[in-house]
């Protein structure tokens, strides 16, 4: 049982350059979630995905963009990759709206450097 | 809007001792309070839950966290912390209405010595 598997662990990017961050959930959950984990200011939350077909934005989407591929699957996108990006990004997934019956589910993080 | 506070960056406390990690939460309804530990290079998983009922929740691990709405806190507690505690801990907070999404504290680090 894999639960949220994220790809890549590990990323350098230069600045400018473009990167697409996947995730894969397979514990059939509507519901996906992009964060970005930075020292001192803890997760705050990129996109979101409440359903298959829908995406919104979250506190911090400046410079990403999501896609929700299909139920499994939501990747997140860096266009042109800024040094402010620099993060540890968490994929998550839940079973649906609200979120006490649906706790989320992470995965282990993509930590990206952009120099 | 909905917010987290913990006030601790870092808490060392020695094994065998009990701990208390603070929480205060800001949020206009009732909330949906959480506690997640990451260990390191890992994710976060989920430790407890608390929407409404008994203040006094347990969750995984031995933990527990006790709900004081006067106080607006969600503090985690344990009686006895093991070595294998050392993580990152954090609040969040939920709203019951809707599609709603957790806002995070900041997260403590909690050392354990020798």
């Known amino acids: 049982n894999a639960g949220v598997t994220q790809t890549p662990k590990f990323q350098v990017l230069k600045t400018g350059q473009s990167m697409t961050l996947q995730c894969a959930q397979d514990?059939?959950?509507?519901?996906m979630y992009w964060y970005r984990q930075d020292p001192g200011m803890g997760l705050r939350l990129i996109y979101y995905?409440?359903?298959?077909?829908?995406?919104d934005k979250g506190e911090v989407p400046n410079g990403y963009n999501v896609s929700r591929l299909n139920k499994r699957e939501f990747s997140l996108r860096l266009e042109s990759a800024a040094p402010s990006q620099t993060s540890v990004y968490f994929c998550?997934?839940?079973?649906?709206?609200?979120?006490?019956?649906?706790?989320?589910?992470f995965g282990n993080g993509t930590r990206l450097t952009v120099t | 809007a909905q917010s987290v506070t913990q006030p601790d960056i870092h808490i060392t406390v020695s094994e065998g001792a009990s701990l208390e990690l603070r929480c205060n939460y800001s949020?206009?309804?009732?909330?949906?309070l959480f506690w997640y530990v990451q260990s390191p290079g890992q994710g976060l998983q989920l430790l407890l839950k608390?929407?409404?009922?008994?203040?006094l929740v347990q969750g995984i691990k031995g933990f527990e966290a006790e709900f004081k709405r006067s106080q607006s806190s969600f503090n985690l507690r344990k009686p006895s912390v093991h070595w294998s505690d050392a993580a990152e801990y954090f609040c969040?907070?939920?709203?019951?209405?809707?599609?709603?999404?957790?806002?995070f504290g900041t997260g403590t680090r909690l050392l354990v010595s020798p």
């Open positions: 995905s409440a359903s298959e077909g829908t995406t």
């Open positions: 949020y206009g309804a009732t909330p949906y």
């Open positions: 514990m059939n959950h509507n519901s």
């Open positions: 608390y929407f409404s009922g008994d203040t």
């Open positions: 969040a907070v939920g709203g019951n209405t809707g599609f709603q999404k957790l806002v």
């Open positions: 998550a997934s839940s079973t649906g709206s609200g979120t006490y019956n649906s706790p989320l589910h």
